[in-house]
T-cell receptor
Framework: GAVVSQHPSRVICKSGTSVKIECRSL??????MFWYRQFPKKSLMLMAT?????????EQGVEKDKFLINHASLTLSTLTVTSAHPEDSSFYIC???????????????FGPGTRLLVL | AQKITQTQPGMFVQEKEAVTLDCTYD???????LFWYKQPSSGEMIFLIY??????QNATEGRYSLNFQKARKSANLVISASQLGDSAMYFC???????????????FGKGTKLSVIP
């Protein structure tokens, strides 16, 4: 299967600092990447859809100025949590769409996630 | 209304036995895809199996099979010969619309925690 990496895997920061999380598709080109947030023992909540070369589409209730998304290339998308606060502490996970037009599978492959703790 | 419903918060299964994880979905789109993902305690989401709405046969991938009943809008995951390493959260997800047309977004269910007992 396709491989997606995410860095860092874990980060602890002070309140008020900004944190950048990288998501890379290693062996395929991902025109679309997705950013999710997951609280403990909860399901994944889609934050935004990121298309290469264009602005991200944010889900309702997600602050675009708080969570900056950049998808500068077909293999890299970044999520920057600006001026992080303790309530931003969560598990952030990205996925990349591997468009399989022959089988119409359109499977999303996920990165290993980033655990953010804001003190 | 929830688009993906997983009614089993937790399930137990004896090692080497088969287990079925339930998933029902709700959509008016004739074109959709159904996915199952496994999330171990490490947090990574591992893709297991896919079923397209127009696929005639149930999907199978090794020990995983998807019991697709379109009229009942159910897409249950069957894991045969359970192993201790199967203990994890399992999420059912749906994508509505085909590539190039509809959204590529996935809608996830709340998940089922599977525990395999030695």
């Amino acid at each position: 299967g396709a491989v997606v990496s995410q860095h860092p895997s874990r980060v602890i920061c002070k309140s008020g600092t900004s944190v950048k999380i990288e998501c890379r598709s290693l062996d395929f080109q991902a025109t679309t990447m997705f950013w999710y947030r997951q609280f403990p023992k909860k399901s994944l909540m889609l934050m935004a859809t990121s298309n290469e070369g264009s602005k991200a589409t944010y889900e309702q209730g997600v602050e675009k100025d708080k969570f900056l998304i950049n998808h500068a290339s077909l293999t890299l998308s970044t999520l920057t949590v600006t001026s992080a606060h303790p309530e931003d502490s969560s598990f952030y996970i990205c996925s990349a769409r591997d468009g399989d037009y022959i089988h119409r599978q359109e499977t999303q492959y996920f990165g290993p996630g980033t655990r953010l703790l804001v003190l | 209304a929830q688009k993906i419903t997983q009614t089993q918060p937790g399930m137990f299964v004896q090692e080497k036995e088969a287990v079925t994880l339930d998933c029902t979905y709700d959509t008016s789109d004739p074109s959709y895809g159904l996915f199952w993902y496994k999330q171990p305690s490490s947090g990574e989401m591992i893709f297991l199996i896919y079923q397209g709405s127009y696929d005639q046969q149930n999907a199978t991938e090794g020990r995983y099979s998807l019991n697709f009943q379109k009229a009942r809008k159910s897409a249950n995951l069957v894991i045969s010969a359970s192993q201790l390493g199967d203990s994890a959260m399992y999420f059912c997800a749906m994508r509505e619309g085909y590539s190039g047309a509809g959204s590529y977004q996935l809608t996830f269910g709340k998940g089922t925690k599977l525990s395999v007992i030695p």
